[in-house]
């Protein structure tokens, strides 16, 4: 069974290595323009795991489509 449910990309509990993604989009000022990708990217939604993993092995994508460089780590 899935559960959705609508909550900020801050107070999104992620686990193992998608918790240094979202500090580093976080601790750029991005928060807001992840939701928007997210969005985009899951136009009918995403469930927590599907979210944690993008987060963790799709961080290449996401700095870039961020803008967020290694001078911004």
Excluded at 7 to 18: K, M, P
Excluded at 25 to 32: F, L, Q, R
Excluded at 39 to 66: K, Q
């Amino acid at each position: 069974m899935r559960v959705y449910q609508e909550i900020s990309f801050e107070d999104f509990d992620a686990w193992s290595g998608a918790v240094d993604t979202k500090e580093k989009i976080i601790d750029a000022g991005k928060a807001e323009e992840f939701e928007a990708l997210v969005e985009e990217l899951f136009p009918n939604g995403v469930d927590a795991t599907e979210l944690n993993d993008f987060l963790w092995f799709d961080d290449d994508y996401i700095f870039e489509s961020l803008g967020i460089t290694e001078d911004d780590e």
